[in-house]
């Protein structure tokens, strides 16, 4: 039996399907009496993409740096997690990129800058706390895996796509209700970077 073997345009056709409902159920959460919290809903959606991308080379079994601070607290780097985060164009990053024009010079300075502050006694995450922000997430991841990630992606490698793509509408709908382009792309970006080195040991 020949199955059939998706392009990467099918493949985002596919999961874009269902990116919406994933989207309407963060604006439905971040809504407020004066509209959508746009900004805080950016930071969350752009450390589930992280969050993706650390889960999906995991899932995996692929490789990463641990880097271990004079705490003891462990951190995750390496090309295994850079391929979801950074170097392909359905990754995390190029789904930010291709609707805010995000030089990747400047991706390359978050990324380098969060290598260097993030054994920072006082290092926050777009100013929310890195601890918090990332028990949300795993909460988050928990709570809608089943009835969502796991329905609409095949494998683990689709799993930072279907949130690249989230994270892109969510993105969109920030500059569409006036968000400066490049401070949201910094935004979304730094989020997605600082995330997507975290685990429960990196606490």
């Not at 030089?103 to 601890?131: L, W």
Request: glycine share 4%; aromatic share 10%; charged share 25%.
């Amino acid at each position: 039996m020949l199955f059939f073997k998706e392009n990467d345009e099918q493949k985002l056709k596919r999961i874009s399907k269902n990116a919406g409902n994933v989207v309407q159920m963060f604006n439905a959460y971040f809504t407020t009496p004066k509209g959508i919290d746009a900004t805080q809903e950016l930071i969350f959606v752009a450390a589930m993409a992280g969050h993706a991308c650390h889960r999906a080379v995991i899932a995996q079994h692929g490789k990463a740096a641990e880097v271990t601070t004079k705490e003891g607290k462990k951190f995750y780097f390496g090309d295994d997690l850079n391929k979801f985060l950074l170097e392909n164009k359905l990754s995390v990053v190029s789904f930010c990129r291709a609707v805010t024009d995000y030089p990747m010079d400047k991706v390359i300075e978050i990324v380098s800058a969060f290598a260097n502050h993030f054994t920072d006694e006082n290092y926050t995450v777009c100013g929310q706390n890195p601890k918090a922000l990332y028990e949300r997430v795993e909460s988050c991841w928990e709570g809608i895996y089943n009835n969502m990630t796991a329905k609409y992606c095949k494998d683990p490698s689709e799993w930072p796509i279907l949130f690249g793509v989230v994270l892109q509408n969510i993105l969109m709908m920030s500059l569409k209700a006036g968000a400066p382009k490049d401070e949201a792309a910094r935004i979304a970006i730094e989020c997605a970077v600082a995330v997507s080195k975290m685990d429960k040991e990196s606490f």
